[in-house]
């Protein structure tokens, strides 16, 4: 942090004072152990630490200026929410899934215990006084994509009042495809409704630029995981990831340009963070919502580079670009809900693509294995994990399934370890 006290913007949110602070503690402790503890990080990863640093102040400042300023403050759970249609109002979008095992007890008093530390973690943030996003937030957007979000939402607006659900088909005929672009117009409608803007044909394209240009940052960022050696490890690779989700887009963009530019330096002198020809590993699966580095943790540990992420942060948050070409409000309603459509999430049904997308990054990133990663009760992964196994022929897989907690750490890392000495 920068030394600034910002207690009393915590206690203005509502926060739980004493909670938040031990939270932090926790926080920047892990951050130290697993982070700051890297060997021949880039440079300009400094600016990625800072914004975490400072992920409950400097950036909670800025989101209350902003709305102070009259900009309404998006929050969501999930890669289908049109970013361009919240930035074309010149709205904030905000991620709010949570990545630790935080207020569990409380979450249970409204959910099952057996269900995803995804949404166990979003309602205990919540309840527990933890989450200062979701206090500055004016619209909170939920889906129907899993059923454990989708039943958890009610409860959530119960809790917050502020739940808009949009409605996402789970196969992608001619009729899902209709159903999806009534529902991303809907959505439209109710941030016009929120903004008191009307959303003109240059504000969408705007929006759209905006939020392709952080995508393409972050492919970029993609591409180059693809050197050998690795010039940067997953663990970091995964934190920008994760940061795309809270920062200022234009200002991540920017910032992402330039920690690809030292990388692409390194990888031109053959620099990196793992001797070359060291085990490069896919992850593929579950979302890891920040701070959740656990696997990533243990493999890079292990002595193997992690390359990607076949996830919802990461490759299924940037993979397609919305088509800048429309030329009324109409056509961009048409390409912006073609673009969501073609996202690859477990939750529907057939989901080959995502398949041939495994297989094709696991070519075009030199993996030497698969690690399949499904939070424990997420229905949807673990069962495509299967189909997933079939499908990746050319290099060893392993399915793992887990949760936040650090008690199967130990075995996972025996797992882990036996998995990387078979593929070396
Ligand atoms: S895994 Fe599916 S439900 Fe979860 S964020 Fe991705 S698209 Fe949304
Ligand atoms: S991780 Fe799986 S169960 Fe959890 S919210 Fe995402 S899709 Fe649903």
């Known amino acids: 942090m920068n030394g600034k006290d910002y207690t009393k913007m915590w206690e203005g949110l509502g926060l739980n004072i004493e909670n938040h602070a031990g939270l932090l503690g926790v926080l920047t402790n892990a951050y130290k152990d697993i982070y700051l503890s890297q060997n021949n990080r880039p440079a300009a990863m400094e600016y990625f630490d800072f914004v975490i640093s400072e992920v409950h102040g400097l950036r909670i400042e ?3 200026a902003a709305k102070e ?5 998006v929050g969501t759970f999930c890669v289908y929410v049109p970013e361009e249609i919240v930035l074309a109002a010149d709205g904030l979008c905000i991620g709010l899934c949570a990545g630790a095992e935080v207020g569990s007890e409380e979450a249970e008093k409204f959910i099952p215990r057996n269900t995803c530390a ?3 973690a979003f309602m205990g943030f919540k309840l527990s006084g933890l989450c200062p996003y979701v206090e500055t937030t004016d619209l909170i957007v939920g889906e129907t994509t899993c059923d454990g979000k989708k039943k958890a939402y009610e409860s959530f607006n119960e809790i917050t009042k502020k739940v808009y659900v949009m409605e996402i088909p789970h196969m992608k005929t001619d009729e899902d495809k209709k159903l999806w672009l009534s529902e991303v117009k809907r959505f439209k409608d109710r941030i016009e409704g929120l903004s008191g803007k009307k959303l003109t044909v240059d504000a969408l394209k705007k929006g759209a630029s905006v939020a392709n240009e952080k995508r393409k940052a972050l492919q970029r960022l993609s591409r180059l995981r693809a050197a050998d050696p690795a010039p940067i490890s997953g663990l970091d690779a995964l934190l920008v990831n994760q940061v795309s989700f809270y920062d200022d887009p234009l200002r991540f963009t920017s910032m992402t340009h330039k920690l690809c530019d030292e990388l692409s330096d390194r990888a031109s002198k053959g620099t990196g963070v793992a ?5 490069r590993i896919l992850i593929s699966g ?3 919502a920040i701070p959740n580095w656990k696997l990533h943790a243990i493999i890079e540990g292990s002595g193997a580079v992690v390359v990607g992420e076949e996830s919802c942060i990461g490759e299924r948050n940037h993979r397609d670009l919305v088509d800048e070409s429309f030329s009324s409000v109409d056509d961009a309603m048409e390409k912006i809900s073609s673009r969501y459509l073609g996202i690859d ?3 529907f049904t057939p989901n ?3 398949l ?3 297989k094709a990054l696991v070519e075009r990133l030199g993996a030497d294995g698969v690690i399949h990663y499904s939070l424990q009760f997420c229905t949807p992964y673990m069962m495509e994990s299967y189909k997933v196994e079939k499908a990746v022929t050319e290099v060893p897989f392993m399915r793992i399934e887990t949760d936040y907690s650090m008690e199967d750490f130990g075995q996972l890392k025996t797992r882990v370890e036996a998995f990387i000495e078979m593929i070396q």
């Open 352 to 354: 080959t693509e995502r």
């Open 286 to 288: 579950s979302p890891m």
């Open 356 to 358: 041939d997308n495994i």
């Open 275 to 279: 001797d070359k020809g060291a085990p």
């Open 345 to 347: 999430c477990a939750c």
């Open 118 to 120: 995804l949404i166990k």
């Open 62 to 64: 800025e989101i209350i």
């Open 69 to 73: 300023a009259g900009r309404k403050v």
